[in-house]
């Protein structure tokens, strides 16, 4: 088994598993902090893996069911960044689905299987398997 590391990388496996974690506080994007959560990933899952560092996305507010109905946005509006709220998300990507949710399980509930993601650039892990001891 051979390890290889890619920095500033594009997935390049074919159907990657990719999880996104929010994170709640601003304590876990901490280079620190961040830095523990990989090592501890990196013990844990022995197949291809990666991640890309948190940065702050918008979310949009949760529909509120009391208040009136509101119309679908139309061509040519925007929404208003004022009305989102901004958290940090990070992407993992995993090559096996097993690993995914060892990841998943890790983590708890902080953390959603995503069939889109933005384009980031990952950190990967890649394991590689040969014929040597």
């Known amino acids: ?3 290889k590391l890619h920095i500033d990388s ?9 999880v996104m974690l929010e994170h709640n506080s601003y304590e876990d ?5 961040f830095q523990k959560l990989t090592r501890k990933v990196y013990r844990l ?5 990666g ?7 918008y979310k949009f507010p949760e529909k509120d069911e009391k ?3 509101t ?3 139309l061509s040519g509006k925007f929404i ?3 009305n989102m709220d901004s958290v940090y998300r990070s992407y993992w990507v995993f090559k096996d689905e097993i690993d995914a949710l060892q990841f998943r399980l890790m983590i708890g509930e902080k953390s959603d299987h995503v069939y889109m993601w933005p384009k980031r650039y990952f950190t990967i892990h890649e394991v590689i398997e040969t014929d040597e001891p």
């Open 10 to 18: 594009k997935i390049f496996f074919p159907n990657p598993y990719v």
């Open 71 to 73: 119309l679908p946005l």
């Open 80 to 82: 208003p960044i004022h």
């Open 1 to 3: 088994m051979k390890k």
């Open 29 to 33: 994007v901490e280079p620190w902090h």
């Open 45 to 49: 899952i022995k197949g291809t893996w």
């Open 67 to 69: 208040k009136s109905p």
């Open 51 to 57: 991640y890309c560092k948190p940065e702050p996305e």
